[in-house]
């Protein structure tokens, strides 16, 4: 498929003859332990993914497919209810459209959110790793083919992609929060199945500290459209190979459910104190 700025500009299109004159600063694209926050969003403007032109479908278990416009926390906001993933069946280009949609719409900066199997010894299930820096070594990049100039350069420096300055925001808000955070690596995997032992060896030697199946394509999308990203990783199970049991999907709903509370709380005042602009 040939992309072009039109074929992003029509999604966007669509959205902005439905939102009128609202403009959403911050795009939000939450995964588990984050499902309660969406709620709070006031007033929504709800739009499903499957009614949105040249858009993609969630299909992932637990995933609702819906965009929400609207005000929580004090901060106009574009929140993405359900994500894609390489491991649907979607091509890696494709994986642009959701943040490049939310770049012609007028966001100023991205927050990302994800479960992540620790792959670091010293994390915990229930621990947040704010991410550093990412590891991807599989799938192409979501920027392969021809260039789009009005959304960034064809070469683009990814080195404060996640933003030091929204990393110390993180930092800072940590405190009183109930729980353990970290800053750390996220070690990108395609999914659909868990990581193998060995993998996550491999992985641990590289300098990974979470695994994941998420994120890193729409975090170098945004960094291709000069969008600041905060990245959050809640690890909601130990990697493969660190306790001798079997990973499941279950297990991972399980832990987000039980540390959600103080999660919520926690992104809640990294919202009230995000600046207006980075």
């Keep these: 498929m040939q992309f072009t700025y039109e074929y992003y500009k029509t999604s966007a299109d669509y959205i902005k003859g439905i939102i009128g004159d609202f403009q959403p600063e911050i795009g939000l694209i939450l995964g588990s332990g984050l499902g309660g926050y969406v709620d709070r969003i006031e007033d929504p403007i709800v739009i499903p993914y499957k009614d949105i032109p040249n858009f993609l479908i969630s299909t992932a278990p637990g995933h609702e497919g819906k965009l929400l416009f609207g005000t929580v926390d004090g901060r106009k906001v574009m929140c993405m209810a359900g994500r894609f993933h390489s491991y649907e069946g979607y091509e890696f280009e494709q994986l642009t459209i959701p943040v490049r949609v939310m770049k012609i719409i007028g966001i100023k900066m991205l927050i990302v959110t994800n479960a992540a199997g620790a792959i670091n010894k010293s994390y915990n299930v229930g621990d947040v790793m704010i991410i550093k820096d990412h590891i991807k070594l599989t799938g192409a990049s979501p920027m392969r083919g021809p260039n789009i100039d009005e959304f960034g350069p064809r070469f683009f420096d990814i080195t404060n992609m996640y933003n030091k ?8 808000c940590a405190e009183g929060s109930g729980l353990t955070i970290h800053e750390g690596n996220y070690f990108f995997f395609t999914g659909p199945q868990f990581e193998t032992p060995a993998e996550i060896i491999a992985a641990r030697t590289l300098g990974g ?45 399980e832990a987000a459910a039980k540390v959600a509370p103080l999660l919520e709380k926690y992104f809640t005042k990294i919202m009230q104190n995000l600046p207006k602009e980075i």
């Design 165 to 172: 300055d929204l990393r110390k925001l993180a930092v800072a």
């Design 209 to 253: 500290d979470a695994a994941g199946m998420s994120t890193v394509t729409e975090a170098l999308t945004a960094a291709h459209c000069g969008i600041p990203v905060l990245g959050l990783s809640l690890m909601t199970n130990m990697a493969a190979g660190v306790l001798d049991q079997p990973l499941s999907g279950e297990e991972v709903n």
